[in-house]
């Protein structure tokens, strides 16, 4: 069983950044593609963005592309989603989520992961 704790979300104002962490136990971290999806209040569960395990491309929403970045670090079981020139419409609950699959475009499909994170706030206030 994997455990993920995601944290760094908070208030922002629009313009402002903040970079989400989510920290995943054991040691086989690096088996995993990682996603971030969010939920706004009223709304339905989208993707964000996503990383493979491995050499490959990196994939984001229309909404964010330009602004977000995915990274990971498999020494520290730990990926991030640095979020930058933060819109009130990015206010959410941001989840990170782990598969051994692997989506390519089709990530915003509703995919199929493995373990889910609790979520973390983030509001951006206008």
């Known amino acids: 069983q994997v455990q993920l704790v995601e944290s760094g979300g908070g208030l922002v104002q629009t313009g402002g950044s903040l970079r989400l962490s989510c920290a995943a136990s054991?040691?086989?971290?690096?088996?995993?593609?990682i996603a971030w999806f969010r939920q706004a209040p009223g709304k339905e569960r989208e993707f964000v963005a996503a990383?493979?395990?491995?050499?490959?491309?990196?994939y984001y929403a229309d909404s964010v592309k330009g602004r977000f970045t995915i990274s990971r670090d498999n020494a520290k079981n730990t990926v991030y989603l640095q979020m930058n020139s933060l819109k009130p419409e990015d206010t959410a609950v941001y989840y990170c989520?782990?598969?051994?699959?692997?989506?390519?475009?089709?990530?915003?499909?509703?995919?199929?992961?493995?373990?889910w994170g609790k979520g973390t706030l983030v509001t951006v206030s206008s």
């Open positions: 989520a782990v598969t051994t699959r692997w989506y390519g475009s089709s990530w915003s499909l509703d995919p199929i992961m493995d373990y």
């Open positions: 990383i493979p395990r491995s050499v490959g491309r990196t």
């Open positions: 054991g040691r086989t971290f690096g088996i995993y593609n």
